[in-house]
C-alpha cells in the first residue's frame, strides 16, 4: 500500500512541471518589445546656382519735414452754436483762412453801431472845426473834447467785441492742409464745446532734409522724386554740407520743393530712391546664402551626392537681396540657402 502511494505522488509531480513551464513560457513571449527602425531619409537642401550678369544697385533714404506741424482746433466756449464750416478734409488753407465759424449774437451789429457812431462824431467835429474857424467869438473846444472821447470810447468797444467775434471763429494759424473734421459736424445739432476737437490741420514747409554716408553722386540743382505710398513728389537738392563721423564722411542734404503748387504739408516722411552706377558681368547669389566665421565669409556648396561643403568666398557689395561673389565660386555652382 504504501508503494503505491509514492507512485501516483510522483506521476502528479511530472504533470505539474511540465505546466509550470508552458506558463512561464508565455509570460516571457508577451514582454518582448518590437524594434522598428526607421529608413534613412536624405537631407534636401533649396539651392540657388550662382549667376552672372549686370545688377543695379540702389539707396532709399529717408526725408524728414523740416518745419512740420499739427494742430487740432476746440471751440473756446461751451455749447457753441455751429454757424458754417468752411473746409473738407484735404483742402489747402492760408494763413488766416476762416476754417469754421459759430453763431455770435448781435455782436456785429453792436460792432456796426458803434461804427456809425464815430462816423456821426467825425462829421460833427468836422462841422465845430469849421464854424469855429468862421467864428472865433465861439468856443466850440469842450464840444469837440467830448466828441473825441466819445470815439475813444467807442474805439475800445469796437476792439474788444471784435476780439470777442474773433474767438467765434476758428482760423487758421499759417499755410497747410485740413486733415481731420470732427465727425460731431455733420451731426446737424450745431452745438459743441471746449471739449471737442473740431478740425486739425497739418502744416509744413515743403523742405526735407536727410543724412547719408554712402558715395552716391548726390548733386546740388538736380530734381529727384520722393515718394509717400503711391504719390509722388518732385524735390529739388539745395543744399549739400559734410563732416566726418565715425571715420566716414556724412552727407547732410537739404530738399525743397519743386514747385509751390505741390502740397507737402501733410507729410513729415518721405522716401527717396536713386539708382546706383550698374555692376557689369558680376557673380552673384542670394545673401542668405552667405555666412561669417571668424570675419572671413563662406557659402555651402552642394554636391551630386546631396553633401555640401563649406568654401570660402570673397565678397563684394549686396544689392536689392544678392551679394556680389569676386572668388570662390564659379557660375553654375549649386549653393544653399541657408
Known amino acids: 500500500m504504501r508503494k503505491n502511494k509514492k507512485v501516483r505522488i510522483a506521476v502528479f509531480?511530472?504533470?505539474?512541471?511540465?505546466?509550470?513551464?508552458?506558463?512561464?513560457?508565455?509570460?516571457?513571449?508577451?514582454?518582448?518589445?518590437?524594434?522598428?527602425?526607421?529608413e534613412y531619409e536624405k537631407v534636401v537642401y533649396d539651392t540657388f546656382s550662382a549667376e552672372r550678369g549686370d545688377i543695379t544697385p540702389t539707396l532709399?533714404?529717408?526725408?524728414?519735414?523740416?518745419?512740420?506741424?499739427?494742430?487740432?482746433y476746440y471751440p473756446l466756449y461751451d455749447d457753441m452754436e455751429i454757424e458754417s464750416v468752411n473746409v473738407s478734409v484735404g483742402d489747402k488753407v492760408k494763413n488766416g483762412d476762416v476754417l469754421i465759424s459759430f453763431k455770435s449774437g448781435d455782436i456785429a451789429g453792436q460792432i456796426e453801431s458803434y461804427e456809425n457812431q464815430i462816423e456821426q462824431n467825425n462829421l460833427l467835429i468836422d462841422h465845430y472845426t469849421n464854424l469855429s474857424q468862421i467864428d472865433t467869438s465861439v468856443d466850440y473846444s469842450k464840444d469837440l473834447e467830448n466828441l473825441n472821447e466819445s470815439n475813444q470810447?467807442?474805439?475800445?468797444?469796437?476792439?474788444?467785441?471784435?476780439?470777442?467775434?474773433?474767438?467765434?471763429?476758428?482760423?487758421?494759424?499759417?499755410?497747410?492742409?485740413?486733415?481731420?473734421?470732427?465727425?460731431?459736424?455733420?451731426?446737424?445739432?450745431?452745438?459743441?464745446g471746449t471739449s471737442n476737437n473740431l478740425v486739425t490741420v497739418v502744416y509744413g514747409s515743403g523742405q526735407y532734409k536727410a543724412d547719408v554716408s554712402d558715395d552716391y553722386a548726390f548733386k546740388v540743382g538736380d530734381t529727384y522724386t520722393a515718394t509717400y505710398g503711391i504719390a509722388d513728389y518732385e524735390l529739388v537738392l539745395t543744399d549739400i554740407t559734410e563732416e566726418e563721423?565715425?571715420?566716414?564722411?556724412?552727407?547732410?542734404?537739404?530738399?525743397?520743393?519743386?514747385?509751390?503748387?505741390?502740397?507737402?504739408?501733410?507729410?513729415?516722411?518721405?522716401?527717396?530712391?536713386?539708382?546706383?552706377?550698374?555692376?557689369?558681368?558680376?557673380?552673384?547669389?542670394?545673401?542668405?546664402?552667405?555666412f561669417e566665421v571668424?570675419?572671413?565669409?563662406?557659402?555651402?556648396?552642394?554636391?551630386?551626392?546631396?553633401?555640401r561643403d563649406a568654401v570660402c568666398v570673397t565678397v563684394g557689395s549686396t544689392v536689392d537681396g544678392y551679394t556680389v561673389i569676386e572668388s570662390g565660386i564659379a557660375e553654375g555652382d549649386r549653393v544653399v540657402i541657408n
Open 13 to 38: 509531480s511530472m504533470l505539474v512541471i511540465p505546466v509550470l513551464l508552458t506558463g512561464c513560457g508565455a509570460g516571457k513571449k508577451k514582454n518582448v518589445p518590437e524594434v522598428k527602425i526607421d
Open 294 to 307: 571668424d570675419d572671413k565669409s563662406y557659402v555651402y556648396l552642394l554636391d551630386d551626392d546631396g553633401f
Open 153 to 192: 470810447v467807442a474805439g475800445l468797444y469796437i476792439q474788444e467785441l471784435r476780439a470777442k467775434l474773433d474767438s467765434y471763429s476758428i482760423k487758421a494759424e499759417g499755410d497747410g492742409s485740413v486733415y481731420i473734421l470732427s465727425d460731431i459736424l455733420e451731426l446737424g445739432d450745431g452745438k459743441v
Open 245 to 290: 563721423s565715425g571715420g566716414f564722411i556724412v552727407k547732410h542734404l537739404t530738399f525743397n520743393a519743386a514747385s509751390d503748387e505741390t502740397d507737402f504739408s501733410s507729410r513729415d516722411k518721405l522716401n527717396l530712391t536713386v539708382k546706383k552706377e550698374t555692376l557689369k558681368n558680376v557673380l552673384y547669389v542670394p545673401e542668405e546664402c552667405v
Open 60 to 72: 532709399t533714404i529717408k526725408l524728414s519735414a523740416t518745419n512740420y506741424d499739427k494742430k487740432s
